[in-house]
């Protein structure tokens, strides 16, 4: 049994968050390799992170590395993928199947973090009626009757950003819980709604900047 | 002519740099809607965030707002489009042509923040020789001769976690001078590489534990 069962719904820093999926990508290569035990000062030395930093993040888990021996990589992993909720089945609804939309339902990789697509929305009446690899794609017209009737609770955003906030108000309605945004616009939410955005063009304007500062420094 | 030319590549905090998608997100809407000026209380009011930081992001820009009128609509939109580099053509080669890899292949909204993917590399036989979008799929052992005939300066890495390393080994040795990283594994790379580590996954871990940490607080 574990010591603290509430500490599964602790109210996590964004950064721990970020870098556990690092440790549990780490950890599941080891165990592939037939690694047993893994220090975090062998982590620290392999992701540049800081050992203590490595040490106080593990400390949200149910686990507890032995002096000498470090932790037990298969129960690490699988503490690891329990407190992310990897695990875990989380129904999500997507509206916008158009080039990233459509892309997010090709990615496999999704459901093996714990993420199930149960349906596609769009106002285009030539998708509407469909189905991309499995998953029914609706009339947007048809989300709120649908989110009724289906457990989602996550809405995953991925129209062109002047319907983004409109979307996200549809969802709400529909009972939708949690926002993933792909789109670089702001959406404003009532309390009580979680909103995560990844706006992966803006890490694009970053990587940009990076490549020709360093041309700078060259010339 | 610009005030200074120098200005669009200087090295920029991170977080301006993510923020600027916002605003060029939000004065696109703005010229679609037929709006001519904008002020940054009200960018400031629409966005939530802090007129005097929009100022101080924009002030990185070759563009001045007008007392009581604000920053001209088409203006900013064009200064922030090329300061972002979203105009520029970009050649990158992909490595990883699997679900997520193919996802990237699919999604026509790189193209339109300047990213060309010009091929795909993959260690499947059955992948290999094909083509996606038009995009040409070659053998990974191909990847050291194409990239020393093509100009690519971006690497993409959607590989298994196990592989990160290798393949970012593999395309800092062909030539390429920046790694988009979409697994969750921390890739090493030497001085002057560019990493831009995009784990979609990871922001997952965050929005469940805000899921989580939000009924824990209902009950």
């Given at each position: 049994m574990s010591e603290n069962p509430n500490k599964m719904r602790a109210f996590l820093p964004e950064p721990t968050l970020r870098r556990l999926p690092w440790y549990l990508a780490y950890v599941s290569m080891l165990r592939t390799n037939g690694i047993e035990h893994v220090s975090s000062t062998q982590i620290s030395k392999e992701l540049s992170v800081d050992a203590s930093q490595i040490a106080k993040d593990l400390s949200f888990l149910n686990i507890k590395g032995k002096t000498r021996i470090g932790y037990e990589v298969a129960q690490l992993e699988r503490e690891l993928q329990d407190f992310l909720g990897f695990k875990e089945v989380h129904n999500a609804v997507i509206v916008g199947v158009g080039s990233l939309g459509a892309a997010l339902i090709h990615d496999s990789g999704l459901s093996r973090y714990g993420l199930n697509i149960?349906?596609?929305?769009?106002?285009?009446?030539?998708?509407?009626?469909?189905?991309?690899?499995?998953?029914?794609?609706?009339?947007?017209?048809?989300?709120?009757?649908?989110?009724?009737?289906?457990?989602?609770?996550?809405?995953?955003?991925?129209?062109?950003v002047d319907q983004a906030q409109e979307v996200a108000d549809l969802m709400i309605a529909a009972g939708i819980k949690a926002l993933w945004n792909f789109t670089p616009f702001r959406i404003r939410a009532g309390k009580g709604i979680v909103i995560q955005n990844t706006s992966i063009y803006s890490h694009l304007a970053v990587m940009y900047n990076r490549l020709d500062s360093q041309k700078n420094d060259e010339e």
């Amino acid at each position: 049994m574990s010591e603290n069962p509430n500490k599964m719904r602790a109210f996590l820093p964004e950064p721990t968050l970020r870098r556990l999926p690092w440790y549990l990508a780490y950890v599941s290569m080891l165990r592939t390799n037939g690694i047993e035990h893994v220090s975090s000062t062998q982590i620290s030395k392999e992701l540049s992170v800081d050992a203590s930093q490595i040490a106080k993040d593990l400390s949200f888990l149910n686990i507890k590395g032995k002096t000498r021996i470090g932790y037990e990589v298969a129960q690490l992993e699988r503490e690891l993928q329990d407190f992310l909720g990897f695990k875990e089945v989380h129904n999500a609804v997507i509206v916008g199947v158009g080039s990233l939309g459509a892309a997010l339902i090709h990615d496999s990789g999704l459901s093996r973090y714990g993420l199930n697509i149960v349906a596609g929305f769009d106002i285009n009446p030539n998708i509407a009626g469909t189905t991309l690899r499995e998953v029914p794609i609706f009339n947007i017209a048809d989300l709120n009757d649908y989110c009724s009737r289906c457990k989602a609770e996550i809405g995953i955003v991925a129209v062109p950003v002047d319907q983004a906030q409109e979307v996200a108000d549809l969802m709400i309605a529909a009972g939708i819980k949690a926002l993933w945004n792909f789109t670089p616009f702001r959406i404003r939410a009532g309390k009580g709604i979680v909103i995560q955005n990844t706006s992966i063009y803006s890490h694009l304007a970053v990587m940009y900047n990076r490549l020709d500062s360093q041309k700078n420094d060259e010339e």
